[in-house]
Structure formats: C-alpha cells, structure tokens
C-alpha cells in the first residue's frame, strides 16, 4: 500500500509542476503578443487608388521578398554594378549575391538548358542575335537568358507581370551585365516605362523578340514600326499573345514570321497541364491557408490549364465544377467527372472561382454580387481581363489588403470576396512554379529562336508557324535522363511497318496526344 500510495503522490507532484509549466509558458506568450501588438505594422486597411503602388514591396517568393526594402520607385534612383554597369532599372542592386543562388539552384532541375549550353555553347547559333525579351523574371528564366548568351545572342529584357518579377533575381541578371528593367509591384504606368526602356529606342536595334502575352510585341508595332519591320522572326508562348499574333497576320500586318510556342506539345502538355496541376494548390495555399477537402470550386475553362487545375483539386477532395464555351472540351470534362455548369447556376454557393480561359470578362460584376462572403476569386490565365475588376472600383466598395497579394473587396452590406493578385496569373504572383517544367518550356524557347533565326531565306514567310515536331521530340529527349526513363527503340521492320524514320519524328502533325 504504501508503493501504491507514493506512486500516486508523485503522479500528482508531476502533474502540479506540468500545469505550472504550462502557466509559465502561456504568460510568456502573453507578454510575447503584448509586445507583438506594440510593434508599428505597415498592414491594415488602404484605399483603392493605392491597390498597386503599395504592393512595390509585397512578395510571396523566396526571392526578394524583403518588405523592408526601400518603397521609393527605382525610377527614381540611380544605380551601378560592382563593374559600373548602369543601363537597368531594378529594386535594389545589392540583392544580386542571393539572386544569384537562386539560379544557381534552378540551374539543377533545367538540364536541358545546360546540355544545350555544351552542345551548342562552341557553335554560337546565336551570335548577332539581339534578343528583346519580355517574360516573367524568374530564376528559371534567369537560367534561359543566360543562355541565349551562352550561344552568342544579346539580350534585354522586361518583365510581362507586375507581380512574377523575382527581384533579387533581377539584380543578379544585372550584375552580369544585362539590361533588366523590372521589379516586382510596378505599377502600370511603370510596366510600360520598363518595355519602353527595355527596347532601348534608336540605341539599340533588336532583330529578335521573345514574348509572352504579346505586350512587347505590340508596344513595338504601335510605337516603333519601322524596327518591327526589320525583326528576323518572334516567339510567343502564350494564348492571348498567340491570339493578337494571329488577328495582326488575318489583317495582313504582320511582317515577320513568328513561331507559336504555345501549341507546341512541350509548351501545352506540361507548362500548361502539369506545371498547373501543382501551382494552383501552392497558390492557394500561401495566400489563403484554404482546405480544399469539401470545398465547392468552380474551374472556368477546360483546356490544359484548366485540367491540371480540376486534376489537383480533385485529388484532395474538392468538389469541381467546370464552365466551358467548347462542346469538346465539356465533354472531356463529363467523361473526366466534373459536372458543366453555367457560373451562374453555382455563383451563390462556390467556395472559389478560378478563371483559365484567356478570354475576357469571364467573371463579371453579376456574378460578383452574387457570390457568398469570403469566396475567393482568383485567375491562372495569363491576362488579368478575365475578371471584371473596372467593375469592383467603385466608390460603394471597400479594398482592404490583408497578406501581400490579398485583397478583401467589401460590399455595402459587410459582405467580402477574397481577391487574389488583383486578377492576374495567380501561381507566378503568389507562389514559385516547378523549374523541371520550366526547362521545358524554356528549351523550346531556345530552339524556336535558334530554328527562325538560323532558318534559309524563304523558309518561313510573314505568318505564325508551329515549331517542327523534330524539335519538340528532341526537348522531350533531354529530359528523359533526368527522370532515369530509357525509351524504347523501334527495330528497322517496325519502323517501315509504321513507315516512319526509326529516329522520329514518331507521330504526324495532326497527332492530339
């Protein structure tokens, strides 16, 4: 009895000390939120009219996301490399080392790139070339522009999203001596100051353009026409600046050829579908915190991108409705089990809406007022047109940001509606993309400038051209070790049963894989 009676005595004297353990702990933590809530914070709610300008220093990404970084516009300040290099206009120069690693790192996971770089490095299939580039800058795309130079072309380059730039990337690219005119937050004015600068005026004469959305080629056709008609050939790897490339061929004003990366397999079947699948989910994840088992979500649009994203979604228990204009497309979606819904139909008791058309107007003011309190709103096509937003600055509605890239718009009545990004390409503005993919992408850049800069007078006329299926079965290839796949090869009978060469390429044009 009495083993027992002194077991349970200590049993009470630990569980005594355990319990003032624990009231040490929660007072400290008290005091600790005390002095918390006396440091000045630069978050709270802020008008409208400030929505962009105050968003300069806010950054979800690992790169440059300092937010006590100097708010000043970079327009405003001079400065110079370790070297005296000054023709950019970044964030801040001093960032240039980490940004460095970060490319360093990306570097790892775009082996393509570098196997171009031995291959081709000796070569110089690019030298002459003068490359005006506006692309979302990123530590993957720090990786591509280094390697144009590595195959003799010369670059400068602009960002094609006021969100995506990584800015200490930015500096890094800078302090090797190439002209680099963004930073993440401009404001739209800025956006066009830095495409402006970038194409350098009478300074510089450009012969090739590598777009993605179509704002450096049009700047260039409105504000410089006769150097558009000089360009030797443009790259465009997204659908709405696929779409302006076509409208300006249609009309017959368009006076270089120009290679679609956007359609080509590379671009849409991974960039588009695979590289979706899993950004949506980190997106969402580091803006909102949202749990997406049970939630209702409604996915506008049923191409590539709009797969992966129901895909993902999917898979952790969401229940996905999808919108489609495209008989096919829906019908891909009923088969894959998503219901086809009109928005309309679901507005009132979605728990988000993601857009992925590349059209316009996809969620308007209507569907807006219609939806619940706190549903999210976000986009994962290119253009920030997709939603509505003229509609949402009005003097009836309150704007409050609550995280970087977070907006609550706030009806009379209380109710809100999270807005992510403003409305545009929410995995680049709020997340970090796979760089494996991004090689892809980025290889089938490379070898699109390479095939129209290199091609013989006469091979490719004023149009939009697709890259020959060759080329993309080669970039396909040299990612394959990476991943430790060994592809079979076909023995000379079966080649000639299929009557194809037994070194590709393997499937004819109208091939849909």
């Not at 956006?191 to 704002?215: E, H, S, V």
């Amino acid at each position: 009895m009495k083993k027992a009676y002194s077991l349970v005595n200590i049993t009470k004297a630990k569980e005594q000390e355990a319990v003032q353990s624990i009231c040490i702990k929660q007072i400290q933590l008290t005091d600790q939120k005390q002095e918390f809530n006396k440091r000045p914070t630069k978050t709270g709610r802020r008008s409208l009219s400030h929505s962009i300008s105050q968003s300069s220093t806010d950054s979800y990404s690992s790169v440059g996301s300092d937010s006590s970084e100097d708010e000043s516009s970079p327009r405003d300040k001079a400065q110079k490399t370790s070297k005296g290099f000054s023709d950019f206009c970044i964030k801040n120069i001093k960032q240039a080392d980490f940004g460095r690693r970060e490319i360093e790192i990306a570097q790892q996971e775009m082996p393509a790139l570098m196997v171009l770089r031995k291959r081709a490095g000796g070569e110089k299939p690019l030298a002459g070339a003068k490359v005006l580039g506006c692309t979302h800058i990123t530590a993957q795309t720090a990786v591509l522009i280094e390697t144009l130079i590595v195959l003799g072309a010369q670059c400068r380059w602009a960002a094609c999203n006021i969100f995506s730039t990584q800015n200490a990337v930015a500096a890094a690219l800078a302090e090797r001596g190439i002209p680099v005119f963004a930073w993440r937050g401009e404001s739209e004015d800025d956006f066009w100051w830095c495409i402006d600068r970038c194409a350098g005026g009478n300074t510089w004469q450009p012969n090739m353009i590598l777009d993605d959305g179509g704002d450096l080629t049009h700047w260039i056709y409105k504000k410089h026409s006769s150097l558009f008609k000089r360009l030797r050939g443009i790259v465009e790897e997204s659908v709405t600046g696929i779409y302006r490339l076509y409208q300006l061929s249609k009309a017959g004003k368009l006076c270089v050829p120009a290679m679609n990366v956007n359609d080509s397999v590379t671009k849409q079947k991974f960039d588009n579908l695979y590289c979706c699948k899993e950004s949506i989910l980190d997106g969402l994840k580091r803006t909102t915190d949202v749990m997406f088992g049970g939630k209702q979500m409604v996915v506008c649009g049923y191409g590539e991108v709009g797969k992966g994203c129901c895909a993902a979604l999917k898979a952790l228990g969401a229940i996905v409705y999808v919108t489609e204009v495209d008989p096919i497309c829906a019908l891909q979606a009923c088969m894959d089990g998503f219901r086809v819904i009109k928005l309309s139909e679901v507005v009132r008791q979605v728990d988000v809406v993601i857009t992925c058309t590349g059209n316009k107007n996809v969620v308007v003011r209507e569907h807006l007022d219609r939806m619940k309190n706190g549903c999210i709103v976000c986009n994962m096509g290119h253009s920030s047109t997709e939603i509505d937003l003229a509609s949402l600055r009005t003097t009836e509605l309150r704007w409050e940001r609550v995280r970087p890239q977070v907006d609550h718009v706030i009806w009379p009545d209380g109710k809100r509606i999270v807005l992510l990004a403003e409305g545009r390409l929410l995995n680049l503005s709020c997340s970090t993309v796979p760089s494996l993919v991004l090689s892809i992408t980025a290889t089938t850049q490379a070898m699109a400038l390479i095939e129209l800069y290199s091609a013989p007078e006469g091979r490719y006329k004023q149009d939009v051209y697709l890259l020959p299926k060759k080329m993309d079965e080669f970039v396909a290839s040299l990612h394959l070790l990476t991943l430790d796949a060994h592809v079979t090869e076909l023995t000379d009978e079966q080649a000639k049963y299929l009557g194809i060469s037994k070194h590709g390429p393997f499937k004819p044009n109208y091939y849909r894989y």
